[in-house]
């Protein structure tokens, strides 16, 4: 398969992995007040991209460096490590939930036995890095994937849950472009180290959120 293309099918958001129903935190900050116009939108994007983003892309690029070896021997210590950095039981239940959902995507699409070495709930940073390595990208490849899925998916949950122009939202998007590269490269650059040495800038606000937003009786998306 063409890299180019590869990268384009993974960052779909069309791909039926279930990110569509998230919105990537920014259903409760809406509600909160805490995004209430565009400059907010933005701000959240971008800080959204720098800590939680940053560390699913470093996670990314780590698996698909160990998967582009077929050497999955410290595959528990990256569970381990993005347990840790993920104080939310809600949001790590979130992202084992995509991790399933994406696994069952790309085993579906391109069948490979890597995807077995992922055991039962894998974290859906991990399975991205992996299904980039099967598809034949690079760590860097898996880390940019990583990071436009998440930003690109809570950017469109935006049309739901704010008064937005779809054009405004977009040249924001257009504007993080150069941003994404930086963390992409940012990301890769470590993912050879050990496990407990990938990124950790965190996001506690968004933690307590996920929580306060689970007990909420009407929502328009899981997260």
């Keep these: 398969m063409n890299r180019q293309a590869a990268l384009m099918l993974l960052a779909d958001g069309r791909l039926p992995a279930g990110g569509y129903a998230h919105s990537g935190g920014l259903e409760p900050a809406v509600a909160a007040g805490r995004v209430t116009d565009m400059p907010g939108l933005e701000r959240f994007l971008i800080g959204r991209a720098q ?29 381990a490590e993005l347990d ?57 490849e898996a880390a940019m994937a990583s990071l436009h899925e ?25 504007r993080m472009t150069s941003r994404l590269d930086t963390l992409a490269a940012q990301a890769a650059a470590a993912a050879e180290g050990p496990p407990s040495d990938l990124p950790s800038t965190g996001a506690p606000l968004s933690d307590i959120a996920a929580e306060h937003h689970r007990r909420r009786d009407v929502r328009l998306f899981a997260s």
């Design 150 to 174: 998440s930003n690109s998916g809570a950017a469109a949950a935006a049309a739901k849950l704010m008064p937005v122009d779809p054009f405004n939202v977009h040249a924001i998007l257009a």
């Design 84 to 140: 840790a950095r993920t104080p939310s039981p809600e949001l790590r239940k979130i992202s084992r939930d995509l991790g399933r959902q994406l696994r069952r995507a790309l085993s579906s699409i391109h069948p490979d036995p890597r995807f077995e070495a992922l055991g039962a709930a894998p974290h859906q940073p991990i399975v991205m890095g992996v299904a980039a390595a099967v598809l034949g990208l690079a760590p860097q």
């Design 51 to 79: 800590t939680t983003g940053l560390i699913a892309a470093a996670f990314a690029a780590a698996a698909c460096a160990r998967a582009g070896r077929g050497d999955f021997s410290d595959l528990p210590d990256l569970e």
